[in-house]
């Protein structure tokens, strides 16, 4: 099975700062991420597919970048309905597994 | 709009079986997968398994093959998520999501609301 390692686990940021959020894959799975933010008792909200393409909907603060094993979500001027917990998961062979999370908090 | 609507909360006792629900609309039932996965509190996404809607085709996690069966019913545009066995560390929120794909790209964009599953003696 493929493994997410997912960093950091948690973020502290304040609003209108940049963060990135990291995923890396224990092969090489080309460009197949996903990347989800979930707030709590919600489901997750899918925000990016095939590692950089931005779900029609989703504010364009929001980017995912790099293929292979190593893959990045960026939020540029974060606001407030930001913090929230953020996914990776690869899509690339079955079981699709998820990373283990990143809590990004208000600082 | 594309809907997931889930079944309610359960409380089930270990070795029970359980049976959660998943009714679709909005869309075209058969031209998109399911998946279903789940959250034990505090704690990650997990991947539990995918049907097609339009062949039944099933794949599971290794970890699940032998106590779970995802199904669908197409008359109902329904999928369900079947459990045996249950176990206290089974308690979590279940989701059932749709798969959709892009360039080969398989995806969950739409979610169900979740369904709260309590193991408890």
């Known amino acids: 099975d493929i493994q997410m390692t997912q960093s950091p686990s948690s973020l502290s940021a304040s609003v209108g700062d940049r963060v990135t959020i990291t995923c890396r894959a224990s092969q090489s799975i080309s460009t197949y991420v996903n990347w989800f933010q979930q707030k709590p008792g919600k489901p997750p909200k899918l925000l990016i597919f095939a590692a950089s393409s931005l779900l029609s909907g989703v504010p364009s603060r929001f980017s995912g970048s790099g293929s292979g094993t190593d893959f990045t979500l960026t939020i540029t001027s974060l606001q407030p309905e930001d913090f929230a917990t953020y996914h990776c998961q690869q899509s690339f062979s079955t079981p699709y597994n998820f990373g283990q999370g990143t809590k990004l908090e208000i600082k | 709009q594309v809907q997931l609507v889930q079944s309610g909360a359960e409380v089930k006792k270990p070795g029970a079986s359980l049976k959660v629900s998943c009714k679709a609309s909005g869309y075209t039932f058969s031209n998109y997968g399911l998946i279903w996965v789940r959250q034990a509190p505090g704690q990650g996404l997990e991947w539990m398994g995918w049907?097609?809607?339009?062949?039944?085709?099933?794949n599971y996690a290794q970890k699940f093959k032998d106590r779970v069966t995802i199904t669908t019913d197409t008359s109902t545009t329904s999928a369900y998520l079947e459990m045996r066995s249950l176990k206290s560390d089974d308690s979590a929120v279940y989701y059932c999501?749709?798969?959709?794909?892009?360039?080969?790209?398989?995806?969950?964009?739409?979610w169900g609301q979740g369904t709260l599953v309590t193991v408890s003696s």
């Open positions: 049907i097609s809607a339009y062949s039944h085709d099933t």
């Open positions: 999501a749709r798969d959709s794909i892009h360039g080969g790209n398989p995806f969950p964009d739409y």
